[in-house]
């Protein structure tokens, strides 16, 4: 029986840590341990966090104040004992049954096990099943998970503990778009990969989160903030074969969050990106189909329409 790591950053979540925290209480399996990284709050999220750890032995808390969520899953990983780690953030929550099925899929020793995700948007579901695969090496492997609707998403993948701390793999802190700057590359390097059909996390998409916060400048942080791990995931990934796709990945991933920003800066940044060769990639061959389907698939028609312009 394997041991399962939950790693949970805490930060201003109120409303929904109970539900958090007791859908891994309900989990049906129970040998875990939960690690809450709490930032300092200025809602009762951290008193709630007490409340858990106070009644739970296998939950723990560890305090460190204006973390940010990479630093406050760095500081989980190290934490953690589990041989097999998850992330949860503060606002979701996992199905019943995530654990006891990941459990049953550890025979080979999978560095990475990909489950699927739901999005529950003001108390509706929003499916999003997938196709699985059986094990195959990790180049492989992300030229199918490519194609689903989450992609680089952190909470989207169980990590051997072994596998993820031998590699050193750590969150870029200080940055925006962290799990954009880590996972292609966890994936890319791995050696065993599946993916189940099974939808075992819910993506509460709320308001005033990092995602949806209107605050232009954060927009701008963000796109610079990727420009940087873009750089630096395709130095890692030099010695990889087959990596046409990845950063085909990152390119494109570029390519439309520069659409998102005002005309001026997509302009500005347009030039970046060309000095970049990020639009090469779109150029002939088999990859442009495939990000032709994906920027379809990401609504990027504002792509299309500023090019042309």
Known sequence: MAKFSIIIPVYNVEKYLHKCLDSVINQTYKNYE?????????????????EYVKKHKKFNKIYAEKTGLSKARNLGVEA??????LFLDGDDFFEEILLETLNTKLKDKPDLIRFQIQDVIDGKIIKHPEVGFATTDGVSAFNKIFKYHYIENAWSYCYNAKYYK??????????IAEDYGLIPLVIAKAQKVKSLNYIGY?????ENSL??????????????????????LKSRLKD???????????NNSLIYYSTRLEYKDYKKYYKVLKENKCFSHLH???IKTRIRNLLIKKNAYFFYHCIAR
């Open 166 to 175: 031998k590699n050193n793999y750590k969150f870029m802190e200080g940055c």
């Open 202 to 206: 819910n993506y509460v998409q709320r």
């Open 80 to 85: 953690s004992s589990g041989e097999y780690i």
């Open 34 to 50: 939960v690690i809450i990284v709490c930032d300092k709050c200025s809602d009762n999220s951290e008193s709630i966090v007490d």
């Open 240 to 250: 990889i074969p087959n990596k046409e796709l990845i950063i085909a990945f990152l």
């Open 211 to 232: 995602m949806t916060n209107p605050d232009y400048s954060k927009k701008i942080k963000k796109m610079n903030d990727m420009l940087v791990q873009s750089a630096f």
């Open 284 to 286: 002939g061959g088999s």
